[in-house]
């Protein structure tokens, strides 16, 4: 629901980056708790970009799995977090991704 | 083209997060402790709320989140307690920057518990911080027992979860069990209080559990 204000904060974010520049391309990573539709944000990023002046890049929004540390010492990847750890079949664990935002990549045209 | 690694921001602060923490500063310093209270329409956030504040009415205040009307706010006040109203005007959830200006109408210098009532909703209230210490989820007994599995997004980051109506456990197929399960499996160390706002059972859990934590967020 709020794709086009996170949009805009990623847009903000790469500009402070590279101020005044085109951007040809950017892949966004979106954690699966961080309740932000991928193809949404994807078409939110293109015209934000354009409004704003980075160009016409070609944006690629991933859905990333969530990173799990468990207490039993595991650590992996699931698409289900309601499944127990695989090692221990425990559930004594904390999430270490899948609230975040992050822009993994970025490509400039030339200045 | 140049392909440019450091042209990559990596991972994102949102503008709202940024004002959440500002509001958060502002917060401790007053040692507030302060709930961020989620559920769905008709589960009962006002109603919890009511009876809550019949014990620490003098030292709270409310910031009510609806998208129309100001009938929470007027309920709340007629506990005793401070009350402000945001009307969304459509939105489906409170952020921080609508926080920050509701808070300018209270006064907050006896407050210990400050609680924003958020727009009924289990989705888009989840991933929205306000500055709150804690969120708590807000669920009712004949919504069903599976809403904790459909919504991890809000009970992974929920502190507590209060499972409202239990007054209707006779009358409704709802495995108290089930909801509390999927709830530590979400959030290991996430507090359950079985609760009913209309015979006030499990009242007295929840009200400890509220001044354990506001003693601790207390300036000493």
Redesign the interface.
């Known amino acids: 629901m709020h794709e086009l204000g996170m949009a805009r904060d990623i847009c903000r974010a790469v500009a402070e980056k590279s101020p005044g520049r085109r951007v040809a391309s950017m892949t966004v990573e979106v954690g699966a708790l961080a309740g932000i539709a991928a193809d949404a944000l994807e078409f939110c990023i293109s015209e934000v970009a354009r409004e704003e002046g980075l160009g016409d890049p070609e944006v690629t929004v991933k859905p990333t799995a969530t990173r799990v540390k468990c207490s039993c010492g595991a650590e992996y990847s699931t698409e289900d977090i309601l499944q127990p750890c695989p090692s221990c079949g425990g559930y004594q664990r904390e999430f270490l991704s899948g609230m975040d935002i992050v822009v993994s990549a970025v490509e400039l045209e030339n200045a | 083209?140049?392909?440019?690694?450091?042209?990559?921001?990596?991972?994102?602060?949102?503008?709202?997060a940024q004002i959440a923490e500002e509001n958060r500063r502002f917060f401790r310093g007053k040692g507030l402790f302060v709930l961020n209270l989620i559920g769905s329409p008709g589960c009962g956030k006002t109603s919890l709320l009511e009876k809550t504040l019949e014990r620490v009415a003098p030292r709270a205040a409310v910031v009510e989140g609806d998208i129309k009307t100001t009938l929470d706010a007027d309920r709340i006040r007629r506990t005793g307690a401070q009350a402000t109203q945001i009307e969304t005007g459509g939105a489906?959830?409170l952020d921080a920057a609508m926080v920050a200006r509701a808070i300018q109408g209270l006064n907050l210098d006896a407050v210990e518990f400050l609680f924003i009532e958020n727009v009924g909703n289990l989705?888009?209230p989840?991933?929205?911080d306000l500055g709150e210490d804690m969120k708590v989820a807000i669920i009712s007994v004949p919504e069903g027992d599976e809403k904790p599995?459909k919504y991890?997004?809000l009970f992974?980051?929920a502190s507590a979860v209060v499972i409202n109506k239990i007054d209707l456990l006779p009358y409704v197929d709802y495995s108290v069990a089930r909801a509390a399960g999927?709830c530590?499996?979400?959030n290991?160390n996430v507090e359950v209080f079985e609760l009913s706002s209309k015979t006030g059972a499990g009242v007295d859990a929840w009200v400890s559990f509220l001044e354990r934590h506001a003693l601790s967020a207390r300036p000493r």
Do not use: E, I, Q
């Open positions: 083209m140049t392909a440019d690694s450091s042209a990559a921001p990596g991972k994102v602060v949102s503008k709202n489906c959830h989705v888009c989840s991933s929205v599995a991890p997004a992974v980051r999927d530590r499996k979400l290991p």
